[in-house]
Protein backbone atom coordinates (compact mmCIF):
# COMPACT_ATOMS: atom_id res chain seq x y z
CA UNK A 1 0.00 0.00 0.00
CA UNK A 2 1.72 3.63 -0.62
CA UNK A 3 1.72 6.56 1.63
CA UNK A 4 -1.98 7.01 1.13
CA UNK A 5 -2.89 3.36 2.08
CA UNK A 6 -5.87 1.57 0.37
CA UNK A 7 -8.77 3.32 -1.17
CA UNK A 8 -12.57 2.80 -0.10
CA UNK A 9 -14.84 3.55 -2.99
CA UNK A 10 -18.17 5.33 -2.75
CA UNK A 11 -21.04 5.67 -5.27
CA UNK A 12 -22.31 9.11 -5.96
CA UNK A 13 -25.36 9.43 -7.87
CA UNK A 14 -27.11 12.04 -9.70
CA UNK A 15 -28.79 13.75 -6.66
CA UNK A 16 -25.28 14.41 -4.97
CA UNK A 17 -24.11 16.67 -7.84
CA UNK A 18 -23.95 20.24 -7.42
CA UNK A 19 -26.52 22.43 -8.96
CA UNK A 20 -26.16 23.85 -12.40
CA UNK A 21 -23.29 20.76 -13.20
CA UNK A 22 -23.49 19.19 -16.49
CA UNK A 23 -22.71 14.88 -16.78
CA UNK A 24 -19.43 14.43 -16.06
CA UNK A 25 -19.21 12.28 -19.84
CA UNK A 26 -22.78 13.40 -21.45
CA UNK A 27 -24.21 10.34 -19.77
CA UNK A 28 -27.33 9.48 -18.05
CA UNK A 29 -28.79 11.79 -15.35
CA UNK A 30 -29.80 9.26 -12.77
CA UNK A 31 -26.43 7.27 -13.84
CA UNK A 32 -24.31 6.34 -10.68
CA UNK A 33 -20.67 7.34 -10.66
CA UNK A 34 -17.75 5.64 -8.78
CA UNK A 35 -15.92 8.26 -6.74
CA UNK A 36 -12.85 7.50 -5.25
CA UNK A 37 -13.07 8.64 -1.36
CA UNK A 38 -10.26 7.86 1.36
CA UNK A 39 -13.51 7.61 3.50
CA UNK A 40 -11.15 6.76 6.59
CA UNK A 41 -10.06 10.44 6.46
CA UNK A 42 -13.80 12.17 6.16
CA UNK A 43 -15.93 12.62 9.63
CA UNK A 44 -18.97 11.28 9.44
CA UNK A 45 -20.89 14.36 7.70
CA UNK A 46 -18.18 13.72 5.11
CA UNK A 47 -15.98 16.73 5.75
CA UNK A 48 -11.88 16.29 6.13
CA UNK A 49 -10.87 14.90 9.51
CA UNK A 50 -8.59 17.66 11.20
CA UNK A 51 -5.58 15.29 11.29
CA UNK A 52 -6.05 15.40 6.98
CA UNK A 53 -6.16 18.88 7.22
CA UNK A 54 -3.09 19.37 9.15
CA UNK A 55 -1.19 16.70 7.20
CA UNK A 56 -1.88 19.56 3.99
CA UNK A 57 -0.31 21.82 6.04
CA UNK A 58 2.30 20.51 7.12
CA UNK A 59 3.43 18.33 3.68
CA UNK A 60 7.08 18.88 2.85
CA UNK A 61 7.16 19.45 -0.95
CA UNK A 62 10.88 20.29 -0.79
CA UNK A 63 11.53 16.55 0.93
CA UNK A 64 8.37 14.67 -0.07
CA UNK A 65 7.58 16.61 -3.51
CA UNK A 66 4.09 16.96 -4.20
CA UNK A 67 2.77 13.99 -6.21
CA UNK A 68 1.28 12.63 -3.14
CA UNK A 69 -0.05 15.89 -1.60
CA UNK A 70 -1.83 16.20 -4.63
CA UNK A 71 -3.86 12.65 -4.49
CA UNK A 72 -4.18 13.54 -1.16
CA UNK A 73 -5.96 16.27 -2.46
CA UNK A 74 -8.44 14.27 -5.08
CA UNK A 75 -8.96 11.77 -2.73
CA UNK A 76 -10.75 14.25 -0.25
CA UNK A 77 -12.20 16.50 -2.57
CA UNK A 78 -16.14 17.00 -3.14
CA UNK A 79 -17.49 16.53 -6.28
CA UNK A 80 -13.60 16.08 -7.92
CA UNK A 81 -15.41 13.55 -10.76
CA UNK A 82 -17.35 16.31 -11.78
CA UNK A 83 -15.51 19.05 -13.19
CA UNK A 84 -14.06 20.50 -9.57
CA UNK A 85 -10.48 18.80 -9.58
CA UNK A 86 -8.58 18.94 -12.66
CA UNK A 87 -5.33 18.01 -13.27
CA UNK A 88 -3.73 18.52 -17.09
CA UNK A 89 -0.31 18.32 -17.51
CA UNK A 90 1.26 20.76 -14.62
CA UNK A 91 -1.99 22.56 -14.70
CA UNK A 92 -3.96 21.95 -11.80
CA UNK A 93 -7.51 23.55 -11.28
CA UNK A 94 -9.33 23.14 -7.99
CA UNK A 95 -12.86 24.57 -8.08
CA UNK A 96 -14.84 24.18 -4.39
CA UNK A 97 -18.27 24.45 -5.57
CA UNK A 98 -19.31 26.16 -2.61
CA UNK A 99 -18.86 22.89 -0.41
CA UNK A 100 -17.15 24.07 3.06
CA UNK A 101 -15.01 21.20 3.21
CA UNK A 102 -13.14 21.73 0.16
CA UNK A 103 -12.66 25.63 1.32
CA UNK A 104 -11.09 24.12 4.29
CA UNK A 105 -8.66 21.96 2.01
CA UNK A 106 -7.76 25.20 0.30
CA UNK A 107 -7.12 27.05 3.60
CA UNK A 108 -4.84 24.18 4.55
CA UNK A 109 -2.83 24.84 1.16
CA UNK A 110 -2.35 28.19 2.32
CA UNK A 111 -0.35 27.44 4.84
CA UNK A 112 1.76 25.52 3.23
CA UNK A 113 5.05 25.87 0.89
CA UNK A 114 2.72 24.39 -2.08
CA UNK A 115 0.80 27.37 -2.35
CA UNK A 116 3.47 29.89 -2.44
CA UNK A 117 5.60 28.06 -5.12
CA UNK A 118 2.91 26.75 -7.10
CA UNK A 119 -0.35 29.07 -7.11
CA UNK A 120 -0.86 31.31 -10.07
CA UNK A 121 -4.54 32.62 -9.34
CA UNK A 122 -7.50 32.81 -7.90
CA UNK A 123 -10.89 33.86 -9.56
CA UNK A 124 -14.21 34.74 -7.62
CA UNK A 125 -16.45 31.67 -6.68
CA UNK A 126 -13.58 29.71 -5.25
CA UNK A 127 -11.68 29.20 -8.68
CA UNK A 128 -8.07 28.27 -7.66
CA UNK A 129 -5.21 27.54 -10.39
CA UNK A 130 -1.80 26.09 -9.95
CA UNK A 131 1.37 25.42 -12.30
CA UNK A 132 3.21 22.59 -11.04
CA UNK A 133 6.74 22.76 -11.67
CA UNK A 134 9.91 20.60 -10.82
CA UNK A 135 11.30 22.38 -7.57
CA UNK A 136 14.76 23.66 -8.27
CA UNK A 137 17.53 24.06 -6.27
CA UNK A 138 17.09 27.72 -5.31
CA UNK A 139 13.28 26.74 -3.92
CA UNK A 140 15.05 23.81 -2.31
CA UNK A 141 17.48 25.11 -0.51
CA UNK A 142 16.07 28.66 0.77
CA UNK A 143 13.18 26.57 2.02
CA UNK A 144 15.53 24.22 4.40
CA UNK A 145 17.03 27.73 5.65
Known sequence: MGVLGRNRWARRSAEDRPLGMGEASGSNPDESILVSRRVSDMDED?????????KKREWDIVKDGY???????????????FGYFVLKGKNLELHTGGWSGNEDIIDALKHNLFWSVFWMKTERGGHYYFELQELNKEISNSAQH
Open 46 to 54: GYPEEEVLK
Open 67 to 81: NDLIQLIRENWKFEG
